[in-house]
């Protein structure tokens, strides 16, 4: 008969043991199961994959209490139910020699071990789960992280800035070489010591604040001191604060890092001194001086302004807008911030102002505007003399008709002048000068006809009846521009119609033809400078894109090898170093690409066409390449037997040609061909770049050559490439007037097709 009244396995004590045992096995972790006896029971196959052992030697030689590395302590506590957890290390190699089972792996390791008894729910130890998990990478980074901060101190201790660090209770930490050395001091006769020990009471004060202050709230800070060496120099630094925080967020030490700024200090001071004269000029001119916002805010005036406006102090006249309520109603100040818009300065126009009590000053007034780097208007700054009594005395002497023939007749601007008679024409009764010089003809023929009589390609337009109402009153002033034609010669006219007296009209009209080239100058200017910052936008975005991932990759394997060099086998080192030499290679064919593509957008990109003989530049091109080529078992078959000669520069026909033939070495499988070809048809030359590759999608192939939607795929070796070689082959096509395309098929291969004219 079999006892059953007490239970000696795990399995007896869980009916989910099957359950358990189930993801046991397939547990990616080396997991042991033993009885309480110690002897082990069960073994998952990551445990016999860790030791490379077959499992029935593991079942009659592993005990658990036999265990070299579990102490007695650890044996006591899993005995009363406490999981443990230790680590160990174990040499394969001695194990061999001493041949206490089959092993097939070799060298010292590390492993991290959980032990944790399984409790019945008796609450009875029933047995124990052993896991166990290699470290053994992380105990050798452990190793060298020691070594790395040696080097880190090295180059701290060597560095030509200041470096230095403060404990808590306000002494000297660490100083480097640099530090000392400003005080003629070896850098273990500060460390230890306080600023109070070094610098005067207010100079050690000033650091210390900065310092506290990081070790209070924990956050990077700056100051600028100024130091005087004991040869008397002085020297001002700015100094940065660093708080250094162990893993419970606490502040240890804070680091600070020097900057030397004399320079900029000694700059700094002469500018105010001659800020300091400029300002004496300034506050004593005899004329107003001013500086305003676009739209008005006052920003600087000087104590002659605030007089002639009628101010008692600056602040008061800060609360007044000039464009909305400091000037005369009848003076349209649109028309001078347009010109100075356009023109970026007004000079000597005379303007009418209103002073505080409600009178209008005239003023001979001339501003500019001043702007930013980027073309932008920031603020107007101007000067302005009184000229009240002058233009008093001209606005009188402008109600005589004297004054109004005398305007009529020196005005650049053409006028026409009309008047109803009893049929209700509109009859042409004069014109002033500026008006025969505008429109190139005399005005006498036209004398007494009707405006259909006088200009006939108005006959037929809604221009005379729209005269006549304007004429009776019936429809206010208007304004507009026209255009014209004479022979090869365009231009426009600003025209303002108004009524003078009852039944006549004026015909105000300005040749504004320079005026409007100047406007469609600058919409194609804004056009062209919207494109550049486009073009700049996709430049600086695909490099901060682009660039990243190579330059992580040398950063880390770079770092990786400095600090594990000893202790990394040749492999290793070797897979590093050509990581390390691909992401620079990539990183500079990118760059190289980018800066081509950059000049080429910007016009920068030297361009020196001449005459080519093609098959030459394509052999060349492949013999640069070649090598590539062969190493991955791929044939470059040039078809082309025929001397083509093409007006281009040598420089982009050998990039276009390399990009394109390395494309096809990149995305071909070992051992196929990358054929090139030509066809002269109409006048050009189409040359072929095929190869037997991986072919492109369909909806890919549209955004091959372009910059916004270019893709980075890896070749049939997992080459990298840039994912920029099409859009630099495409601008350089185009430059020269030729054209590019492709077909492709995916899984099929590919066909690059670049077209230039024969010379």
């Not at 991290?112 to 008796?122: G, R, S, T, V």
């Not at 916002?293 to 008061?316: C, H, M, R, V, W």
């Not at 600003?494 to 040749?511: C, L, P």
């Amino acid at each position: 008969m079999k006892d059953i009244s007490k239970k000696n396995t795990i399995a007896d004590t869980n009916s989910e043991y099957q359950k358990f045992i189930d993801i046991f096995n397939q547990s990616p972790v080396s997991t042991g199961i033993y009885n309480t006896e110690g002897k082990l029971e069960n073994i998952n196959q990551a445990y016999l994959d860790l030791f490379g052992i077959q499992k029935p030697e593991a079942l009659k030689r592993f005990g658990l209490f036999t265990f070299s590395p579990i102490t007695e302590k650890t044996k006591a506590d899993i005995r009363s139910g406490i999981p443990a957890k230790f680590d160990f290390e174990f040499d394969f190699d001695l194990a061999k020699r001493q041949k206490r089972y089959e092993i097939t792996r070799s060298g010292k390791c590390y492993f991290e071990c959980f032990i944790n008894p399984w409790i019945a729910q008796d609450h009875t130890i029933v047995g124990y789960i052993i896991q166990i998990i290699e470290i053994t990478a992380r105990k050798r980074a452990e190793h060298i992280l020691l070594e790395s901060e040696f080097k880190y101190r090295s180059l701290i201790h060597h560095s030509s800035d200041p470096i230095f660090s403060f404990n808590p209770n306000e002494t000297y930490r660490f100083v480097n070489e640099a530090f000392a050395r400003h005080f003629k001091k070896e850098p273990e006769d500060i460390i230890g010591k306080t600023p109070h020990d070094i610098f005067s009471y207010e100079e050690a004060e000033k650091r210390l604040t900065l310092v506290r202050k990081v070790f209070r709230n924990g956050q990077k800070g700056e100051i600028e001191v100024k130091v005087v060496t004991p040869t008397g120099d002085v020297h001002y630094f700015l100094t940065m604060a660093d708080p250094i925080k162990n893993e419970q967020g606490e502040v240890i030490y804070v680091t600070c890092v020097s900057k030397d700024i004399t320079k900029r200090k000694v700059a700094e001071e002469a500018l105010a001194v001659s800020e300091e004269r400029f300002r004496s000029l300034y506050e004593n001119s005899t004329i107003g001086l001013y500086r305003t916002t676009q739209d008005g805010k006052i920003i600087l005036a000087n104590p002659t302004l605030i007089k002639i406006l009628g101010y008692n102090s600056f602040e008061e006249l800060t609360n007044r807008n000039l464009e909305q309520e400091g000037f005369e109603s009848t003076y349209d100040r649109k028309l001078f911030i347009e010109q100075i818009e356009k023109e970026r300065y007004v000079y000597g126009a005379e303007t009418a102002w209103i002073r505080k009590d409600g009178t209008t000053v005239y003023l001979r007034e001339s501003s500019k505007a001043i702007l930013d780097s980027d073309g932008k208007t920031l603020y107007y700054d101007g000067t302005v003399e009184d000229i009240t009594e002058r233009k008093l005395a001209e606005k009188a002497l402008s109600i005589t008709e004297e004054k109004f023939r005398r305007i009529v007749e020196n005005s650049l601007s053409g006028m026409y002048f009309y008047f109803l008679d009893h049929n209700d024409r509109l009859i042409f009764n004069g014109a002033n000068p500026a008006a025969d010089k505008i429109m190139g003809l005399s005005h006498e023929p036209l004398m007494g006809k009707s405006i259909e009589e006088a200009f006939p390609n108005l006959a037929n337009t809604g221009v005379p009846a729209q005269f006549r109402s304007i004429a009776k009153g019936e429809l206010e002033a208007q304004e507009f521009e026209i255009s014209y034609q004479e022979g090869e010669i365009s231009g426009f006219y600003s025209v303002q119609v108004f009524q003078t007296e009852s039944n006549t009209i004026t015909v105000h009209f300005t040749d504004i033809s320079e005026r409007k080239k100047t406007e469609i100058l600058l919409k194609q200017q804004a056009t062209e400078l919207q494109k550049i910052n486009i073009t700049k936008d996709k430049f600086f975005s695909i490099i901060a894109h682009d660039l990243k991932s190579p330059f992580n990759a040398i950063i880390g394997f770079t770092d990786l090898l400095l600090t594990n060099f000893n202790h990394l086998d040749e492999a290793t080192l070797l897979k590093g170093i050509r990581t390390i030499e691909s992401a620079s290679s990539q990183a500079y064919k990118l760059l190289e690409n980018l800066l081509l593509w950059a000049q080429n957008q910007t016009g920068r990109g030297q361009y020196n066409p001449e005459k080519l003989n093609l098959n030459r530049q394509i052999r060349e091109s492949i013999h640069y390449i070649e090598s590539t080529a062969l190493n991955k078992g791929i044939r470059i078959i040039n078809n082309i037997k025929t001397d083509y000669h093409i007006f281009a520069d040598k420089n982009m026909i050998d990039t276009i040609l390399r990009n394109l033939i390395s494309n096809a070495i990149k995305f071909s499988y070992s051992g196929s061909n990358i054929v090139i070809s030509a066809i002269e048809l109409d006048g050009e030359v189409n040359v072929s770049v095929s190869d037997n590759g991986t072919g492109i999608a369909p909806g890919k192939l549209t955004a091959i050559f372009e910059i916004d939607k270019r893709t980075n795929t890896v070749g049939t070796e997992n080459e990298q490439g840039t994912g920029f070689g099409l859009v630099l082959c495409k601008d350089f096509i185009d430059r020269q007037g030729g054209n590019i395309w492709v077909e492709s098929t995916l899984g099929k291969g590919s066909t690059f097709t670049f077209s230039f004219p024969l010379h």
